[in-house]
């Protein structure tokens, strides 16, 4: 294929085994033709590999083997698509069902090279029963990384789809609790602190017996443990989710994370849109109801009066927290998990100075938006 025109095909091959697999202790790789693209990426510090790593789980699958699982990549499999790529739906010859992910967007073929390395050495390690598990890789004619299939769909496809009945409130608790503890498991448990730059409905799968999972990590970054947090361009992700001080000056830590979840539970709270038809987003419509203290106010009307009330104080106060404008001001992720999991709520020790109470509640309604931004519209993400 053109766009790999770059590699010989046994060189990527011995790249994979080395920044992977760590397998090249045993294997010599030999300098022959088509070293050129790895001389180029292995410079790349892509894979954050350590001495205690182990050997992961995936594997290499033929592009035979994936071609006949989704029928060709037949249009009826098609599951998912964004700005970065496309998901398919297939079956195994074992029967068991699958993601592919075929990786589209790169503004050169090196560049996609990287940006599949790269998501492919953050997710390949990472273990987590709320974080979507990597089945395996295919480099054949085209990039494809392979996943277990959700049955269930994302998050945003049952709070959304006004065709089916509403989701219980059981269901959405659950979920809430589910995507912190994946999301605190990227913060805190990886042997490296992956910030996922695109937490939102969309990108949260659920699992048969609705356990979430993250997913999609095409824009995720490492954050070395030295580094307070990262200077990103172009700014990428998605309308009502992007904490203020990435938006406007391209930071990006934990805190970035912690914003995006805090839209994600007013969301499972309330039903609506990040941003809704009229441009309002969700942050400036709760905002009056959270101050007030009237949390009664965002219950999602299809629920009517069935949801657990502690429960909802519990959400809407974390949510309140994790979409404070001043980064300063938000929670962490293991904060975020003893306000929704431990008995006792201390309240007091959130309270923010008059002066920073005062400061302009951020809503995106209020920006006007660049239209050769980067920024992607509400449900361009793919989903597996």
Known sequence: MAHLS??????????FSASISRRSAEEETPKQDGSLMHENI?????????????????????????????????????????GYAEVYRGVLKTGEVIAVKRLMRA??????????????????HVHHPNVSALLGCCIDNDLHLIFEFSIRGSVSSLLHDESTPPLGWKVRYKIAIGTARGLHYLHKGCQRRIIHRDIK???????????????????????????????????????????????????????????AFGVLLLEIISGR????????SLITWAKPHLNEGNMKML???RLGSEY????????????????????TWRPSMSEVLELLEKDEMIIERWKMPDQEEEEEFWGFDDLECDSSSSISPLNSSDSS
């Open 107 to 124: 503004s050169s073929d090196e560049q996609k090279v990287k940006d599949f390395l790269t998501e492919l050495g953050t997710i390949g």
């Open 308 to 327: 657990d009330a502690q429960q909802l104080e519990r959400l809407a106060l974390t949510a309140s927290l994790c979409i404070r404008p001043s980064a």
């Open 273 to 280: 849109q990040p941003v809704d038809g009229s441009h309002l």
């Open 201 to 259: 409905a969309s990108n949260v799968l659920l699992t048969a017996n609705f356990e979430p999972q993250i997913s999609d990590f095409g824009l995720a970054k490492w954050l070395p443990s030295q580094w307070t947090h990262h200077s990103v361009k172009p700014i990428e992700g998605t309308l009502g989710y992007l904490a203020p001080e990435y938006f406007m000056h391209g930071i990006v830590d934990e805190k970035t994370d912690v914003f």
């Open 6 to 15: 770059l590699l010989r095909k046994n060189s990527f091959k011995r790249l």
């Open 42 to 82: 292995k410079t790349l510090d892509i894979f954050p590999v350590t001495e205690q790593c182990q050997k992961p789980t995936w594997k290499c699958f033929s592009y035979e083997e994936i071609f006949e699982a989704t029928n060709g990549f037949h249009k009826e499999n098609l599951v998912g698509r964004g």
């Open 299 to 301: 219950i999602d009307d």
